[in-house]
Nanobody, 126 residues
Framework: QVQLVESGGGLVQAGGSLRLSCAAS????????MGWFRQAPGKEREFVAA????????YYAESVKGRFTISGDNAKNTVYLQMNSLKPEDTAVYYC???????????????????WGAGTLVTVSS
């Protein structure tokens, strides 16, 4: 019903930058925003950032605040994640996710998301 495709992952040195993109297609009505989650090997998937383009609000995990910037393009149903000052601990598979309806922080959780992309790998070398 809704397909999400991430792009932009790759290998970057610590301190470098990377820009991720996620495009939604299909029946995207009722989609008010999108978010990013990441999962490092052996760890649980965690919230990174999200944007509600309807309300004009953004949310960030404390670990990335000040370094990552999320933005969205409602017309294109696309979300971006600009990652600066990357650290080795940022290494993970990054997943784009969204849901229909309410899109506030309490709903932007691992189990609250309804649609997921396949993920894009980000590797930060030291």
């Amino acid at each position: 019903q809704v397909q999400l495709v991430e792009s932009g992952g790759g290998l970057v040195q610590a301190g470098g930058s990377l820009r991720l993109s996620c495009a939604a297609s299909g029946r995207t009505f009722g989609i008010y925003g999108m978010g990013w989650f990441r999962q490092a090997p052996g760890k649980e998937r965690e919230f990174v950032a999200a944007v509600n383009w309807s309300a004009g609000t953004t949310y960030y995990a404390e670990s990335v605040k000040g370094r990552f910037t999320i933005s969205g393009d409602n017309a294109k149903n696309t979300v971006y994640l600009q990652m600066n000052s990357l650290k080795p601990e940022d290494t993970a598979v990054y997943y784009c996710a969204t849901r229909r309806g309410l899109f506030s922080r309490s709903y932007i959780t691992l189990h609250g998301m309804e649609y997921w992309g396949a993920g894009t790998l980000v590797t930060v070398s030291s």
